[in-house]
């Protein structure tokens, strides 16, 4: 143990006179600080838009107050006012973004047919979009597996290359003990770089202390374990310097970069999901046909979904609204089966994709932490769900009013419903990347183990 700590004294003075490695550390520090200051920047923007909403709202319903000083028609309140679905951000979120950079934090909605109000977002910078977003998941994820390499890549063949390792192993120290050193101080140096920027960004964020700090310390902790145990692999060859960055940039590149797109192009070819499209066009047709329908045919195929509003007046002669958001309903009924399609092959895909992401550690820290966040597909795809089950609540407030020829007072816009929906932590997601972490860890250790024993000749 003492010469242990003798040889951690000494990596830690070599560390400190290599200034690049204190450059490279201090510029790892800066990329987590303003990952932590973006990814709360970005959540903050899209915090304040939704607090906007409640003013846009309340505008609105004056603008129909003073359009429609009396009791009014339903069907001009249904048709001109909005109301809108929020998609509020964990307190995790600014962390992880994951899926809340391309969609947006709330939908406006209408009484109109619901499909094609599901799927709108804002104009978003599409070089923006490439680029994705810089939180502290993507300098966990990609970053600090580069950080791992820099510090390490040469902790046994630099030695080796200038002669001091034959003056060591010359001392009464086996190589196994001077490796041990170097790798304790490489750990403790990534582990203090993990603890100080996630509890920064834990705190600065305001994120919920709860169990996910122990589930996102322990997730990051075994991901870096699993490049350190990379480094050991590739170090144990005892190649030269430049053959061990070049193969562990190598492999960085595989993993993080390659890997990742392959799963998605191959989830995109064997989970194909066409019936986004064909919804899209078969509810637009079905809600134009509504116009050239004979109304009779309208209203009596609505009667069927809603038969608690057979009695209502006739919709010959003139426009009526009743039976212009009676076909638009037909619209909606016309693709619910699609759309039920549509979101479950989605989730298989998102299923298919984790399936295959255990090929990729990066990828399965980078599903853990938005699962963790509450910002991943499954929780958009909730949002997405939630906001139409919300329409019903307001075909349920509307409708009345509507078929039943009630006028519309200033008074009912306050028992309008209201949605607001929060991503919740994907829990399965979390402890089955867990498992795959450590599983991950336990194949490359042992990995390393047995390169190291069957090359430990070679150092000499």
């Not at 490439?130 to 630099?158: C, E, K, Q, Y």
């Amino acid at each position: 143990m003492k010469q242990i700590r003798i040889l951690f004294y000494y990596e830690w003075l070599n560390f400190r006179a290599e200034k690049s490695l204190l450059l490279f550390t201090l510029l790892m520090l800066a990329c987590g600080f303003y990952g932590i200051f973006s990814g709360m920047a970005a959540m903050d923007t899209q915090r304040q838009k939704i607090e906007n909403l409640n003013g846009l709202y309340n505008e609105n319903i004056a603008e129909m107050k003073v359009k429609y000083p009396g009791d009014a028609d339903a069907g001009d309140i249904g048709y001109y006012h909005s109301a809108f679905s929020k998609n509020n951000p964990d307190s995790w979120a600014a962390l992880a973004i994951g899926q809340r950079d391309v969609n947006a934090p709330y939908l406006k909605i209408r009484l109109l047919a619901v499909q094609a109000q599901l799927y709108n977002s804002e104009n978003t910078n599409p070089n923006k979009l490439a680029a994705g977003s810089f939180d502290l998941s993507f300098v966990f994820v990609f970053l600090l597996p580069l950080f791992i390499i820099a510090i390490s890549f040469n902790m046994l063949s630099t030695e080796k290359e200038k002669g001091t390792l034959r003056l060591l192993l010359a001392q009464p120290l086996s190589l196994s003990t001077v490796l041990l050193a170097k790798l304790l101080f490489r750990f403790t140096l990534i582990l203090g770089l993990i603890l100080s920027l996630s509890l920064m960004g834990i705190v600065w964020s305001q994120a919920q202390p709860d169990q996910r700090i122990l589930l996102w310390l322990l997730s990051v902790i075994l991901y870096s374990l699993f490049w350190l145990g990379i480094v050991c692999c590739i170090a144990a060859l005892h190649k030269s310097s430049s053959f061990n960055a070049i193969t562990l940039l190598g492999i960085w590149l595989l993993l993080t970069i390659i890997f990742p797109v392959l799963i998605n192009v191959l989830a995109e070819v064997k989970k194909p999901v066409a019936e986004g499209l064909q919804l899209s066009l078969k509810q637009r047709d079905e809600v134009h046909a509504g116009w050239d329908r004979p109304k009779a045919e309208t209203m009596e195929r609505f009667f069927i979904r809603y038969p608690q509003f057979s009695h209502t007046s006739s919709v010959a002669g003139k426009f009526k609204w009743k039976w212009y958001f009676a076909f638009q309903e037909l619209g909606d009924q016309s693709v619910e089966q699609l759309y039920q399609d549509y979101m479950r092959k989605m989730v298989e895909r998102q299923n298919f994709s984790a399936s295959l992401s255990i090929l990729s550690a990066p990828a399965v820290l980078q599903q853990m932490l938005t699962g963790m966040a509450g910002t991943d597909l499954k929780q958009q795809l909730a949002f997405v769900d939630s906001t139409k089950a919300y329409h019903n609540r307001l075909k349920d407030f509307y409708y009345p009013f509507l078929y039943e020829d009630k006028p519309f007072t200033h008074a009912d816009f306050d028992q309008e419903p209201q949605h607001s929906f929060t991503g919740k932590p994907d829990w399965q997601r979390v402890n089955s990347g867990l498992l795959v972490l450590l599983i991950s860890n336990i194949i490359v250790l042992s990995t390393a183990l047995i390169i190291y024993q069957s090359a430990k000749r070679k150092i000499y």
